[in-house]
């Protein structure tokens, strides 16, 4: 696949998967054998309802999720994404309880794509930035 549409599988993801909530595109999106290494770790090995249960668990906790790409830099078969993610905090995230309130946290993933699916994905949150808005901890 060209690095164009690498990144258009990656705007979809984004979009449509984690923004939309459309669960019925996993099987179109995410190699059978993916490995989301947020959950099985650095090199680990998963399965596409390991990142079925990464998007309920978010879904669950975060209510009217939306994510933005704001850029994406790719070569080859891998495309970093810099991305916003924006919702109602109504359940755990980062180990802080629910409290309603709106937040804005920003994320780079490197997302690695294998005949036109994912077959990696790593995110790096801005945790800090995220924890303080939801615990009204002060900068």
């Known amino acids: 696949m060209s690095?164009?549409?690498n990144k258009a599988l990656v705007e979809r993801y984004y979009h449509e998967l984690v923004s939309e909530q459309r669960i019925d595109l996993v099987e179109e999106l995410i190699a059978e054998d993916a490995a989301d290494e947020t959950l099985v770790g650095?090199?680990?090995?998963?399965?596409?309802?390991?990142?079925?249960?990464?998007l309920r668990g978010l879904w669950a906790n975060v209510q009217d999720v939306k994510a933005t790409v704001e850029d994406l830099v790719a070569e080859?078969?891998?495309?970093i994404a810099f991305w916003r993610i924006e919702g109602v905090h109504v359940g755990p995230v980062?180990?802080?309880?629910?409290?309603?309130r709106?937040?804005?946290?920003?994320s780079i993933s490197t997302l690695t794509i294998?005949?036109?699916?994912?077959?990696?994905y790593n995110v790096l949150?801005?945790?800090?930035?995220?924890?303080?808005?939801?615990?009204?901890?002060?900068?």
């Open 3 to 5: 690095i164009e549409a």
């Open 42 to 54: 650095p090199g680990g090995s998963g399965t596409r309802e390991d990142f079925r249960d990464h």
């Open 76 to 79: 080859g078969d891998r495309v």
């Open 94 to 100: 980062f180990g802080v309880p629910a409290t309603g």
């Open 102 to 106: 709106s937040f804005t946290g920003h």
């Open 114 to 120: 294998r005949d036109g699916k994912v077959v990696r």
């Open 125 to 139: 949150p801005d945790r800090l930035g995220i924890i303080r808005q939801l615990a009204a901890v002060p900068v």
